[in-house]
């Protein structure tokens, strides 16, 4: 499917028990909410014109998200599944992770250091151009920042 680049879209897209590649590039988006359940995704949205909002949920299953150089809010939960963050270079990143015992989060291989309970951060932040902030929680779930084999799945 193939949508059109001008409009400003809201999207609501999910996956059971099967795979998707979205290709978001030179999209508009306001709001866009992923789920995948028991299945696999890639949502590529390194060149989006907009992105403001994104909520991502894998239950028992993986979605992989290279994120966009431009100022992104939202969340990104995994319940007995995983999710892959792939932050371009240059932008201001910070996660906040709600700490369970069943939680794995993995920002080894990212640019983000501790700064406060649960709150990690790249350098310079405060006064990064583009910031994304995201929520992000797991429940025998993993969480990973820029994986070695990356997030083009």
Same mark, same amino acid.
């Given at each position: 499917?193939? &949508?059109?680049?001008?409009?400003?879209?809201? #999207?609501?897209? $999910? @996956? %059971? /028990? !099967?795979?998707? +590649? =979205? *290709? &978001?590039?030179?999209?508009?988006?306001?709001? #866009?909410?992923? $789920? @995948? %359940? /028991? !299945?696999?995704? +890639? =949502? *590529? &949205?390194?060149?989006?014109?907009?992105?403001?909002?994104?909520?991502?949920?894998?239950?028992?299953?993986?979605?992989?998200?290279?994120?966009?150089?431009?100022?992104?809010?939202?969340?990104?939960?995994?319940?007995?599944?995983?999710?892959?963050?792939?932050?371009?270079?240059?932008?201001?990143?910070?996660?906040?992770?709600?700490?369970?015992?069943?939680?794995?989060?993995?920002f080894s291989h990212g640019?983000?250091?501790?700064?406060?309970?649960?709150?990690?951060?790249?350098?310079?932040?405060?006064?990064?151009?583009?910031?994304?902030?995201?929520?992000?929680?797991?429940?025998?779930?993993?969480?990973?920042?820029?994986?070695?084999?990356?997030?083009?799945?």
């Open positions: 499917m193939t &949508l059109g680049t001008d409009p400003t879209y809201q #999207l609501d897209i $999910g @996956v %059971n /028990a !099967g795979s998707a +590649t =979205l *290709d &978001l590039s030179s999209m508009r988006l306001r709001e #866009l909410s992923v $789920g @995948v %359940n /028991a !299945g696999d995704m +890639t =949502l *590529d &949205l390194g060149d989006a014109l907009e992105a403001h909002e994104l909520t991502a949920h894998a239950n028992a299953g993986a979605i992989r998200i290279t994120l966009p150089l431009r100022d992104l809010r939202g969340s990104v939960s995994a319940n007995a599944g995983s999710i892959d963050l792939c932050a371009p270079d240059g932008v201001g990143l910070r996660i906040r992770t709600e700490e369970q015992i069943t939680a794995a989060y993995d640019e983000v250091t501790k700064v406060g309970d649960g709150v990690w951060e790249t350098p310079g932040y405060a006064s990064a151009e583009v910031k994304i902030e995201l929520e992000a929680s797991a429940n025998a779930g993993a969480i990973t920042l820029d994986p070695e084999g990356g997030c083009r799945g």
